[in-house]
Nanobody
Framework: QVQLVESGGGLVQAGGSLRLSCAAS????????MGWLRQAPGKEREFVAA????????RYADSVKGRFTISRDNAKNTVYLQMNSLKPEDTAVYYC????????????????WGQGTQVTVSS
């Protein structure tokens, strides 16, 4: 049973920063691509970022490029999302996600999800 547990969400002013963490257990973490998705009130869940199992390749949504950075520490079974220059439109529940292989395919639906962590950006 794969478990993904997010932490690090909260309330921040526009222009501020937050760092989300996701601790994984239940399978060989280093063998799978990981990602972050988010869902704002009244909107569909959307892709934010993904990282290959080795960490060698990254993908970002256009809306967060240059502001967010995804990374992972395979020794700690943890994936991170550093969010800088936050905007009110970044307000959402952020979900950690695990994929089915060591690489991410565009549009791929994750096989595993965390419970989500709320990020609220005030203007």
């Amino acid at each position: 049973q794969v478990q993904l547990v997010e932490s690090g969400g909260g309330l921040v002013q526009a222009g501020g920063s937050l760092r989300l963490s996701c601790a994984a257990s239940g399978r060989t973490f280093s063998g799978y691509a990981m990602g972050w998705l988010r869902q704002a009130p009244g909107k569909e869940r959307e892709f934010v970022a993904a990282i290959w199992s080795s960490g060698a390749s990254l993908r970002y949504a256009d809306s967060v490029k240059g502001r967010f950075t995804i990374s992972r520490d395979n020794a700690k079974n943890t994936v991170y999302l550093q969010m800088n220059s936050l905007k009110p439109e970044d307000t959402a529940v952020y979900y950690c996600a695990g994929y089915s292989a060591g690489y991410y395919k565009t549009g791929e639906i994750p096989t595993n999800w965390g419970q989500g962590t709320q990020v609220t950006v005030s203007s």
